[in-house]
């Protein structure tokens, strides 16, 4: 163990740049409620560094019993951890260390954040078997694996450079298909599912018009991106009248198994700590 029984747990997380980490306030709000003695603290660490750090973990010295890896380790550090679970290997990058016997252990929770967050706000989600994911970046890999867990039978992936989709829908095998952007509309008909997974629109870039309406019965529009919280598609997606699931539930529910890990205790999901995201996502906008 990194420390002994008596002191408090202490977690981090990594990542170059790190001030604009949000995990902090969500695991020192659950550490407070849980009446817990721990700390989470984000620690700048520059990829020439990671090793080290990582070695400072192994052998105790950090202190710290594990934590969270953000941009851009996520997929670096698959190869200096001591063991990757399944789900960490098939999206080719890991979100949560812990350390587990003096060996170093590393998952991914974004698929888990996705379906955790669209089982709480929009149950029945996973009724569909069609979806369209825009984008084909290091998140949409997290995405894609949750779908094909919750049995979607056809997955398109739609994205700007059509290599980058063929190349992901090449390592999820047949269920995945990979389209440019002059595919889109015709593949929005009939999905059950849209998910986005890119910046598109903000910053003043051109969103291209998309009729979600002729979508399927009872079909989600959702996005993984929640700064703002209503991004240039959903806002679109609403005005038509369809269902929408904001991406800042996913952040959250990301986030309950490494604190379970760490701390010992499942922490929850609220509208209390949603509140929380909001008002500091307002004072930093
Ligand atoms: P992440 O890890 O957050 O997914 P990423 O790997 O940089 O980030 O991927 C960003 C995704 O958003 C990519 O699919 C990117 O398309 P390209 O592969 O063509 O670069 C997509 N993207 C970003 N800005 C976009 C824009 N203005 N229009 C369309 N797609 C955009």
């Not at 996005?223 to 991004?231: A, G, R, S």
């Not at 999901?269 to 996502?281: F, Q, S």
Request: glycine residues 10%; charged residues 20%; contains cysteine.
């Amino acid at each position: 163990m990194a420390s002994p029984a008596n002191t408090p747990r202490r977690a981090f997380v990594i990542g170059d740049p790190i001030r604009h980490s949000r995990s902090p306030l969500i695991h020192r709000h659950w550490l407070d409620r849980a009446g817990l003695a721990g700390g989470y603290d984000p620690v700048a660490v520059s990829a020439a560094d990671l090793p080290a750090f990582v070695a400072s973990l192994k052998d105790g010295s950090s202190g710290f019993c594990g934590g969270n890896v953000t941009i851009p380790h996520k997929e670096a550090i698959l190869g200096l951890a001591d063991e990757a679970d399944a789900t960490a290997r098939a999206i080719g990058a890991a979100n949560t260390l812990w350390l587990e016997n003096g060996r170093l252990m590393a998952t991914n929770t974004d698929s888990h954040g996705f379906s955790a967050n669209l089982d709480d706000v929009a149950p029945g989600w996973d009724r569909g078997k069609r979806a369209l994911v825009l984008g084909a970046g290091g998140a949409s890999r997290a995405i894609i694996h949750a779908l094909l867990a919750r049995g979607f039978g056809a997955i398109a992936i739609v994205n700007r450079t059509e290599d980058r989709a063929r190349a992901l829908a090449e390592r999820f095998g047949p269920r995945v298909t990979a389209h440019g952007m002059d595919g889109l509309q015709a593949l929005v008909a009939g999905a059950d599912l849209f998910v986005n997974t890119t910046s598109l629109g903000m910053g003043g870039s051109d969103v291209p018009r998309i009729d979600f309406t002729a979508m399927a019965d009872k079909a989600l529009v959702t996005d993984i991106v929640y700064v703002p919280l209503e991004t240039p598609l959903l806002a679109m997606a609403k005005r038509q009248g369809m269902r929408t699931a904001d991406g800042l539930g996913m952040l959250l529910h990301q986030a309950v198994p490494g604190f379970e890990k760490w701390f010992g205790v499942r922490p929850q999901v609220t509208p209390e700590l949603r509140r929380l995201l909001i008002a500091d996502m307002e004072a930093h906008a």
